[in-house]
T-cell receptor, first 114, second 111 residues
Framework: GENVEQHPSTLSVQEGDSAVIKCTYS??????FPWYKQELGKRPQLIID?????GEKKDQRIAVTLNKTAKHFSLHITETQPEDSAVYFC?????????????FGTGTKLQVIP | NAGVTQTPKFQVLKTGQSMTLQCAQD?????MYWYRQDPGMGLRLIYY???????DKGEVPNGYNVSRLNKREFSLRLESAAPSQTSVYFC??????????FGPGTRLLVL
């Protein structure tokens, strides 16, 4: 089955700096890569996603890049703010008969220091 | 439009007791999922239901059963709770597409 590895497990940055979280996956059939943000005590929520036919996607201060050949994808947050502090999960997903099989990484706890 | 709702929010059980976690969605989604979240282990799939009337095992199904009651509701049952089942449980749904919409979670403590 799919295996998703996520690094680092914790990350501390100064406010205004950039943060990068990296994930690798094992199943070349995976074709959808979402990123979820989970604030303390809350539910995970989608912040950005990328499909396998796209190499990069950007939404304001966040961007995701995908290297299909190397089977890795990354989340980039620029100009970090205290409200970016949360746990971030990457995931790799593939479709099968109308059902999307999703495998999550183990999460990165991001702390933005004011 | 409430999205995905879960009950209860928090539950304490003694070893061997049983309980059912309830999940409902009002987004007309076909697929529903149950995950457990443990520190350092991310979200692990317990069971899923690709469509009404079908259920399948995920990564960690042992000790759990599920019922897809109708298109809206997907319940998770612990027949004989064990301390290893102490966790936060999330229900999620999708429309067969990719984005998963999560419920608020149920915190379960098994003593």
């Amino acid at each position: 089955g799919e295996n998703v590895e996520q690094h680092p497990s914790t990350l501390s940055v100064q406010e205004g700096d950039s943060a990068v979280i990296k994930c690798t996956y094992s199943d070349s059939a995976s074709n959808y890569f979402p990123w979820y943000k989970q604030e303390l005590g809350k539910r995970p929520q989608l912040i950005i996603d990328i499909r396998s036919n796209v190499g990069e996607k950007k939404d304001q201060r966040i961007a995701v890049t995908l290297n299909k050949t190397a089977k890795h994808f990354s989340l980039h947050i620029t100009e970090t703010q205290p409200e970016d502090s949360a746990v971030y999960f990457c995931a790799a997903s593939k479709g099968s008969g109308g059902y999307q099989k999703v495998t999550f990484g183990t999460g990165t706890k991001l702390q933005v220091i004011p | 439009n409430a999205g995905v709702t879960q009950t209860p929010k928090f539950q304490v059980l003694k070893t061997g007791q049983s309980m059912t976690l309830q999940c409902a969605q009002d987004m007309n989604h076909n697929s529903m999922y149950w995950y457990r979240q443990d520190p350092g282990m991310g979200l692990r799939l317990i069971y899923y239901s690709a469509s009404e009337g079908t259920t399948d095992k995920g990564e960690v199904p042992n000790g759990y059963n599920v019922s897809r009651l109708n298109k809206r509701e997907f319940s998770l049952r612990l027949e004989s709770a064990a301390p290893s089942q102490t966790s936060v449980y999330f229900c999620a749904s999708t429309t067969g597409g990719e984005t998963q919409y999560f419920g608020p979670g149920t915190r379960l403590l098994v003593l």
